[in-house]
């Protein structure tokens, strides 16, 4: 039987059953008290998920519509730019710069790698006369599962006045975050990842450093002006009609990251990581992450020699209705993308690699079946112990 669809992308994710049941509801007025409670009280939700005090602008776009906020808020058309690049959402962010004006100076690193920290020193130290206004970075990055050392590439900058720009997208709420600890400017993150709520929302924090730089910021903006945004945040409202339906799911989805707590959340994601990787180590595939920079939010995989990943995710989609993510760009029928994050059981796991097990041995690959699975039984029994 092939039952319900089973979604393991790294985003969109699984909804929770509370989730589904808060947005299915009738509209409110947008402009009156019910949303306004709302409002305040996903705003602070979200600044408990940023761990900060500061501004946070919850837009009705995709992930990249707040990416695209960030850049027009805080970079004017001249500026130059260091973007860091591990992947195709740092390419992403930088090509959106660029596009706005910015002489964007890239760094990039292969992909599967994460950023060293000593190559952006190295590069700030040259910069004596502060002609770099923004560095952009990439927390998780998405395309690869590889996570960036956030805090590390922060004191790499050091006293450099740079605005430090982070493409939180899938980062948050898997993979650690201190956005006021760590000296964060800018923060960008999204609905449909880690926060467990559908495509549609996306958040954008900044502090005080940042607002000076946006209050001196030429590029043109209507849609995406933070100073609108907070202007109609503080009569509890937003500039334009917001995604009603997405707020209801994401007041009940911070209820439930609140009642699960942050600490908990990130602990769950790396044991997610951890149990995959052993698990997929034992069949004897290869990752492309290597261990110290492993995304807790996704895994991927090579497929081995000869078989193309695409196959691997048409057998599982086929033979047992599990979606997987592919490779993107160069790394297209490379590897394929288990994703671990949001409303994700160990449970969930274990079916994926069992099926993953199956769908190899059709493919033609050699293994011992159950080996994979065995070896992920054995992690959660011995964390059990811990
Ligand atoms: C998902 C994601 C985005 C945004 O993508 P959208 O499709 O616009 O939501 C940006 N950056 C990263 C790292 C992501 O994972």
Not at 11 to 17: A, K, S, V, Y
Not at 204 to 228: G, I, Q
Not at 346 to 364: I, M, N, P, T, Y
Request: glycine content about 8%.
């Amino acid at each position: 039987m092939i039952g319900d669809q089973f979604l393991l992308l790294p985003g969109p994710t699984p909804l929770p059953e509370r989730v589904v049941r808060a947005m299915s509801r009738q509209m409110v007025n947008h402009r009156g008290s019910e949303f306004k409670q709302i409002l305040i009280s996903v705003t602070e939700g979200i600044k408990k998920v940023y761990r900060t005090q500061n501004q946070v602008l919850i837009y009705p776009a995709s992930g990249t519509g707040a990416l695209e906020a960030a850049v027009v808020n805080f970079i004017s058309p001249g500026d130059k730019i260091l973007a860091i690049s591990i992947g195709v959402f740092g390419d992403r962010f930088a090509k959106i710069a660029g596009e706005f004006g910015a002489q964007v100076e890239k760094i990039d690193f292969p992909w599967g790698q994460c950023a060293d920290p000593q190559v952006i020193k190295d590069r700030i130290a040259q910069d004596k006369k502060n002609e770099i206004k923004a560095v952009l970075v990439t927390h998780n990055e998405t395309s690869t599962g590889v996570y960036n050392d956030i805090k590390a590439i922060r004191e790499a900058l050091g006293e450099h006045p740079a605005l430090i720009m982070v493409d939180a997208v899938s980062g948050l709420a898997t993979v650690d975050l201190k956005m006021d600890e760590w000296h964060l400017d800018v923060v960008v993150s999204g609905s449909q990842k880690a926060f467990m709520i559908p495509p549609g929302l996306s958040f954008l924090a900044f502090n005080e450093r940042a607002l000076k730089v946006h209050n001196k910021c030429k590029n043109p903006r209507y849609y995406w002006d933070v100073t609108s945004g907070l202007k109609y945040l503080e009569k509890g409202q937003n500039p334009y009609t917001p995604a009603i339906s997405l707020y209801f799911g994401l007041e009940e989805a911070l209820n439930m990251m609140l009642e699960e707590g942050l600490e908990r959340i990130l602990n769950r994601h790396r044991n997610y990581r951890d149990m995959v990787r052993e698990a997929v180590k034992a069949m004897g595939l290869e990752l492309l992450a290597p261990d110290h920079c492993a995304s807790c939010a996704l895994t991927s995989v090579r497929a081995p020699e000869g078989i193309g990943a695409n196959k691997i995710r048409q057998y599982i989609r086929e033979d047992f209705n599990i979606i997987l993510a592919g490779g993107q760009q160069t790394l297209d029928d490379v590897i394929f993308r288990i994703g671990h994050l949001g409303y994700v059981r160990e449970l969930d796991l274990f079916s994926v690699l069992a099926a993953l097990e199956l769908a190899l041995l059709k493919a033609g690959y050699q293994m011992e079946l159950g080996s994979g699975v065995k070896r992920a039984q054995e992690y959660l029994f011995n964390s059990y112990c811990k």
